[in-house]
């Protein structure tokens, strides 16, 4: 049994500067595989992957301007519009996610923040998916204190808020809002005892500097998130990051095995983008140090990579999928289970 990582364990680090997050990135290719390998073996299965599904449950029309989101009203995307699905179209979905062998059900909303009304209507469909034996995540912009609490009530186990990259690169992607409000967000989802799922997005013409700023930020947060979703950007026509250059993809793995040195305990999902990624760069990812997917055949409104490719990488590299086993998901914890040191 490995020693739990916790907050005031020595690989537990909230003091990161960010000459230190970029040298890590710097690292010759083979050094920082080695390292995120070794720190992933130490606190989790190194076989093992979780995964997720997710679901855009308001769709479009959203007031804020990210420049790389279909969602946005501020964009030309031609996607359609949806309201809040109601709640018996929600749970056929989450019951399909669970007889797929999905543990955790995510849902979406293209909002600034939720309405109070809107807030109890997620609430309901929150208590009737954790009924149904899943864990739940949502991500609906926002949050007051005061909501991250009715949603605590109400039985969820984790919130979804990226800081998506750098501070400094941020005025860039998005104009209507502030780094500060993501971070006040976290604050309150911290402070209501919900779990963390919080990483951003690689290929927006960001700088390595910038990616090592991003996952400062995460690292030095006062709690490690519990989750990190590291996406890749899908290029949609129409948002004003359609045909950025391309990301060179070993810096993808290079920043997703930084990801798993700086935030040992966390789980570091490889998210959007895995559609247009080789099977053998996703192997990469994994050894990095991933360990966590988006599974399904959509992600909120763009294809994700399709289920039976899924488990036939998972098959090929001998990756199990996790079974939700709540003894083992202590937060923070280690999540390598006793007795089975090389499981
Ligand atoms: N509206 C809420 C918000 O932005 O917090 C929740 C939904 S939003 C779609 C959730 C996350 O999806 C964003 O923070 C971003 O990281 C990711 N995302 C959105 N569009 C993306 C794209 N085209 N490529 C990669 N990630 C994307
Ligand atoms: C996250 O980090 N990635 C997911 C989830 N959290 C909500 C969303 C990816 C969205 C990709 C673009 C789309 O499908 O609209
Ligand atoms: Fe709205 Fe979220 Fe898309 Fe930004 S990322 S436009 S907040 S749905």
Same mark, same amino acid.
């Given at each position: 049994?490995c020693m $739990?990582?916790r907050? *005031?364990h $020595?690989?537990?680090?909230?003091?990161?500067t960010? *000459?230190a997050v970029e040298a890590?990135?710097?690292?010759p290719f083979?050094d920082?595989?080695?390292q995120?390998?070794?720190v992933h073996? +130490?606190?989790?299965a190194p076989?093992?992957?979780?995964?997720?599904?997710l679901?855009?449950?308001?769709t479009?029309?959203c007031?804020?301007? !990210?420049?790389? !989101?279909?969602?946005s009203?501020h964009h030309?995307t031609?996607?359609? =519009?949806?309201?809040l699905?109601?709640?018996?179209?929600?749970?056929?979905?989450a019951?399909d996610?669970? +007889?797929?062998?999905a543990?955790?059900?995510?849902?979406?909303?293209a909002w =600034?923040? $939720?309405?109070d009304k809107?807030l109890?209507?997620?609430a +309901? @469909?929150?208590?009737a998916i954790?009924d149904?034996?899943?864990?739940?995540?949502?991500?609906?912009?926002?949050?007051? +204190?005061?909501?991250?609490? =009715?949603l605590k009530?109400a039985g969820?186990d984790y919130?979804?808020h990226?800081? &998506? %990259?750098s501070?400094?690169?941020?005025g860039q992607?998005? /104009?209507?809002?502030?780094?500060q409000?993501?971070?006040e967000?976290?604050e309150?989802v911290?402070a209501?005892g919900?779990k963390? !799922?919080s990483?951003?997005i690689?290929g927006m013409?960001?700088?390595?500097?910038d990616r090592a /700023?991003?996952?400062?930020?995460?690292?030095?947060?006062p709690?490690?998130?519990?989750?990190?979703?590291?996406?890749l950007l899908?290029?949609?026509e129409?948002?004003p990051?359609?045909? %950025?250059?391309?990301l060179?993809?070993?810096e993808?793995v290079?920043?997703?095995?930084?990801a798993?040195?700086?935030m040992?305990? /966390?789980?570091?999902?490889? /998210?959007?983008?895995?559609a247009? @990624?080789s099977?053998?760069?996703?192997?990469?990812c994994y050894f990095a140090g991933?360990n966590?997917?988006?599974y399904g055949?959509?992600?909120l409104?763009t294809p994700?990579a399709a289920s &039976?490719?899924?488990?036939a990488l998972f &098959?090929?590299?001998?990756?199990?999928v996790?079974?939700l086993?709540?003894e083992r998901r202590?937060?923070?914890?280690c999540h390598?289970?006793?007795?089975?040191p090389?499981?």
């Amino acid at each position: 049994m490995c020693m $739990p990582v916790r907050d *005031d364990h $020595p690989q537990i680090r909230h003091d990161w500067t960010l *000459d230190a997050v970029e040298a890590l990135l710097d690292l010759p290719f083979n050094d920082l595989l080695l390292q995120a390998q070794q720190v992933h073996r +130490a606190c989790f299965a190194p076989n093992q992957v979780q995964v997720s599904t997710l679901l855009s449950i308001k769709t479009g029309a959203c007031p804020e301007d !990210c420049g790389y !989101c279909a969602q946005s009203a501020h964009h030309e995307t031609g996607l359609p =519009r949806e309201p809040l699905l109601p709640l018996e179209a929600v749970l056929t979905a989450a019951r399909d996610a669970k +007889a797929q062998g999905a543990t955790r059900f995510c849902m979406g909303a293209a909002w =600034r923040h $939720p309405s109070d009304k809107h807030l109890d209507q997620v609430a +309901a @469909m929150v208590t009737a998916i954790h009924d149904l034996g899943l864990e739940t995540c949502v991500t609906l912009g926002m949050l007051t +204190a005061g909501q991250a609490l =009715r949603l605590k009530a109400a039985g969820l186990d984790y919130y979804n808020h990226n800081l &998506d %990259t750098s501070p400094e690169f941020y005025g860039q992607v998005i /104009s209507t809002r502030t780094y500060q409000d993501r971070l006040e967000t976290l604050e309150h989802v911290r402070a209501a005892g919900l779990k963390t !799922c919080s990483g951003g997005i690689l290929g927006m013409g960001e700088s390595r500097r910038d990616r090592a /700023s991003l996952l400062r930020q995460l690292a030095n947060l006062p709690a490690h998130p519990e989750s990190v979703p590291i996406n890749l950007l899908v290029q949609v026509e129409g948002t004003p990051l359609f045909g %950025t250059a391309p990301l060179d993809p070993l810096e993808f793995v290079r920043t997703v095995a930084a990801a798993r040195c700086l935030m040992p305990g /966390s789980y570091v999902r490889l /998210s959007a983008g895995r559609a247009a @990624m080789s099977d053998e760069l996703q192997a990469l990812c994994y050894f990095a140090g991933a360990n966590s997917v988006f599974y399904g055949e959509r992600l909120l409104t763009t294809p994700n990579a399709a289920s &039976d490719r899924d488990h036939a990488l998972f &098959d090929r590299l001998g990756l199990r999928v996790e079974a939700l086993e709540p003894e083992r998901r202590e937060p923070g914890g280690c999540h390598r289970p006793h007795g089975h040191p090389h499981a």
